[in-house]
């Protein structure tokens, strides 16, 4: 592999991660919070679908992704309601989520489009453009740190450089803000937060939120800028993925980046290269498309060493009168 070949890897690493770094984030929030949430891949999907569908029809990409966080917002709103309201299976409530996306998004995309469940190819502002930065073209020319800028730095959607910048803000609302701290100490003891006077299902829906809205620009990129469209199914198990990203992570935002990177890199791999040679042995493409897929269920199966999630995650807190 020559130098540019690894530039364009590794610059497609960073686009296909992208979906995913939002993802785990996003779980990262709620989770820290006590609220588990295996329903990302259905807020996802129904952002794709409806930023596709707003940014098609008013030809405006800002549209559509407002219209994606608003539907991921309506389903994080749901679940908030099912886990923390009446204190449901959070679980359980996850997965309802994923089902109903997955129904309702073909189901509304063929009333509408009636093109067997998918949207019409977005153009012109109805996506994201790539973004030149400074003085990217200028320095092209200098040797390693020229191609470095112009190919891997330079040349990405907006939304990919809000999920890098988000990574470092996290950490810091997280762990530097009394916010992060009280979001923190609702996951691990909630009764204790509540006797501080703190509202543990104001913090709870707060993180919720931010799921949300996370999932939302997850899934309007996929759809407005990693692709021109809405296709059926299209999020391809990404939020389960960004799952067991989390937890190979251990619930912190670095952490989270570097597990994400790691899928990213797999799945770049996977579509770079039709088979990859290791010696005498030869391994096909189907093989490397699946190995995201097996390590998700490897880091869940406990194989990577053990991650200990927050203790009141996924229990229901009940005020005590």
């Not at 800002?62 to 539907?71: D, E, H, R």
């Not at 908030?80 to 989520?97: E, K, M, P």
């Not at 204790?192 to 997850?218: E, H, N, P, Y």
Request: with cysteine; proline share 5%.
């Amino acid at each position: 592999m020559d130098f540019m070949t690894a530039l364009q890897v590794l610059d497609s690493t960073i686009r296909l991660s992208t979906p995913l770094l939002l993802a785990c984030l996003a779980g990262l929030f709620s989770e820290r919070a006590g609220i588990f949430d295996i329903g990302l891949e259905g807020k996802m999907l129904a952002a794709a679908f409806f930023s596709a569908a707003v940014a098609f029809v008013t030809g405006s990409v800002w549209l559509g992704l407002l219209a994606g966080i608003a539907s991921s917002m309506l389903l994080s709103g749901l679940h908030g309601l099912a886990s923390i309201t009446f204190r449901g299976n959070q679980l359980i409530s996850g997965v309802a989520i994923n089902f109903l996306a997955a129904g309702l998004t073909v189901l509304i995309a063929q009333s509408w489009f009636s093109q067997g469940g998918r949207t019409p190819s977005l153009i012109g502002q109805a996506r994201f453009e790539p973004l030149t930065l400074p003085l990217a073209e200028t320095l092209q020319p200098v040797p390693v740190l020229g191609p470095v800028y112009f190919e891997l730095i330079s040349g990405h959607t907006l939304p990919v450089y809000f999920a890098f910048l988000c990574v470092p803000a996290t950490w810091w609302l997280l762990f530097r803000t009394r916010f992060g701290l009280r979001l923190r100490a609702v996951g691990e003891n909630p009764a204790a937060v509540d006797t501080a006077g703190i509202s543990v299902i104001g913090m709870r829906f707060a993180a919720v939120a931010i799921c949300g809205v996370l999932c939302g620009v997850a899934g309007a990129y996929l759809a407005t800028a990693l692709q021109a469209g809405f296709i059926k199914d299209m999020t391809a198990g990404r939020g389960f993925i960004a799952l067991a990203a989390l937890i190979f992570a251990k619930w912190r935002p670095w952490y989270a980046l570097m597990s994400c990177l790691l899928f990213g890199f797999l799945q770049a791999i996977a579509l770079r290269y039709q088979n990859i040679e290791l010696g005498p042995i030869t391994l096909p493409v189907q093989f490397m498309d699946a190995l995201p897929y097996i390590l998700t269920v490897v880091i869940l199966a406990g194989f990577v060493g053990r991650a200990i999630p927050p203790r009141a995650g996924g229990e229901p807190y009940a005020k005590e009168r």
